[in-house]
């Protein structure tokens, strides 16, 4: 019976969607909302909005333009969010964790230190993306959420992904560009939905501050010295995000660095994550090998960087044996690839840091690495234990801030 009214719920809620979706621009008051939500529901029954996660009760509703050109309807004030991915909650958390209505998957392991004890205890909810991918909409209705937030490309695909959710789930869906150089418009844009303007601005200034110290020094490297980079992840390193990922790209294209893993077929299709064997990486040569050791539970952790170090046949890949091996810090969220958040910011500076000393004497990651955790964490409890956890096998001397 309870299952059966769920169906029920989100079937009507869909409906209300569908007419805030075509009703005037204009902000709508909750008595004409209301009376068009019963146009639309009169065949159907009685509906409880609240009951289904939609509730109108904080006032007037408006009708915004999302970042991907979709009109949303939503409440005036919002107070609680879900993000349909990691991307989004990473920002969110960074922007105004008290709005996050719950993880897509709770982080794991000792990045508990860096998250307030009444937002890692949040639920986990699930996540749109990959394969079959699909929370359960009924669990995120019951956290009462004012809307979603599905970070993904500003352009179709994006929009797709964005009415696919809302037609799944009766809530509305705001599309947000995940790009990384997009992130001050992004964060502004989250502060305007949100209602927290004044944090959103300190993010998006400091973000500004960033990438025009990340072009600067990718743009002064010549061409002949740019570098060429392969992503090793998986259990032993041989999955891999390919040129086309939506997890580097355009973090790659900002610092002017090439991804090896050039691979037919697999462009577009956004996800990454094909396997590779060792004899391509080889051939591809590359000049640095960056691994990416990201998990979804304390059950998930692993080392793939030791184990790379240590595996003679890795060792037939020139810049391994090089030292030029890299593993990417993921404490409480990777720097660079999975999720693609705006933390990639940090993770842009890293790089150009590692892979170009000599044109980036002028970023200290030592001195970055305390700014962005102050900025976009608000923690301030470093150590040098945490730091050289942080930095040492990421290539940077955690006491000087340069590279090792």
């Not at 996050?100 to 639920?123: C, H, Q, S, T, V």
């Amino acid at each position: 019976m309870r299952r059966r009214a769920h169906r029920f719920c989100r079937t009507n809620a869909r409906k209300v969607t569908t007419i805030m979706s075509i009703a005037s621009a204009k902000t709508l008051d909750r008595r004409t909302f209301m009376k068009l939500a019963g146009l639309s529901l009169c065949a159907g029954g009685f509906l409880s909005l609240s009951g289904c996660g939609l509730d109108f009760s904080k006032g007037n509703l408006r009708s915004i333009t999302d970042m991907g050109g979709r009109r949303v309807s939503l409440p005036e004030q919002v107070d609680r969010v879900f993000c349909t991915n990691p991307i989004g909650t990473v920002d969110v958390f960074g922007l105004a964790p008290e709005k996050l209505a719950g993880w897509n998957f709770r982080p794991a392991g000792d990045n508990k230190k860096y998250i307030p004890d009444e937002y890692f205890a949040l639920p986990s909810l699930g996540v749109w993306m990959g394969a079959g991918a699909v929370p359960n909409a009924e669990e995120i209705a019951a956290q009462n959420p004012d809307a979603l937030l599905c970070f993904w490309t500003a352009d179709e695909v994006g929009a797709n992904m964005a009415d696919e959710v809302q037609n799944q789930t009766g809530l509305p869906v705001v599309l947000v560009d995940y790009d990384v150089r997009s992130a001050p418009t992004t964060f502004r844009f989250l502060g305007d939905l949100m209602g927290c303007s004044e944090r959103a601005e300190e993010l998006a200034s400091y973000c500004e501050g960033k990438l025009a110290t990340i072009r600067a020094v990718a743009d002064a490297v010549p061409e002949s010295e740019r570098k060429r980079v392969f992503l090793a992840q998986g259990n032993d390193g041989l999955t891999t995000d390919p040129v086309g990922s939506m997890h580097v790209t355009d973090a790659l294209e900002l610092i002017n660095t090439e991804n090896v893993a050039d691979m037919p077929g697999t462009q577009g299709q956004g996800m990454g994550m094909p396997s590779v064997n060792l004899e391509q990486i080889i051939n591809w040569n590359p000049d640095a090998v960056l691994v990416a050791e990201f998990s979804m539970s304390d059950s998930e952790s692993s080392d793939i960087y030791s184990e790379i170090q240590q595996d003679a046949h890795w060792q037939n890949v020139a810049c391994v044996a090089s030292g030029e091996l890299y593993r990417i810090p993921q404490s409480p969220f990777s720097w660079f690839g999975r999720p693609p958040s705006a933390v990639r910011i940090l993770g842009c500076l890293w790089l150009l840091k590692v892979l170009y000393p000599a044109y980036a004497s002028g970023i200290n990651m030592r001195d970055e690495t305390i700014e962005f955790y102050r900025m976009f964490y608000r923690y301030d409890k470093f150590d040098e234990y945490t730091l050289d956890n942080l930095l040492s096998a990421a290539g940077i001397d955690p006491v000087t801030g340069e590279k090792a």
